[in-house]
């Protein structure tokens, strides 16, 4: 059985852990200001009026 001290030192190691996810953002959540998502490559393209990935259309 587990005394005290080691139930408190798992409980506060689980509140770490549990507060290091909640402060991450998530991968491809971000966005410019025309919707492309830049951490996934994508960049706006005036002339196809889109968002695209230039290495996908050379």
Known sequence: MMNLSTKIT????VLIGMAGCAQQTRIGS?????????SAGYV??????A???SWEHQ
Do not use: A, F, S, T
């Open 10 to 13: 798992l409980v506060m190691l």
């Open 30 to 38: 971000d966005r410019d200001e025309y919707g492309c998502i830049p």
């Open 44 to 49: 706006w393209n005036q002339e196809k009026q």
């Open 51 to 53: 968002c695209i990935r």
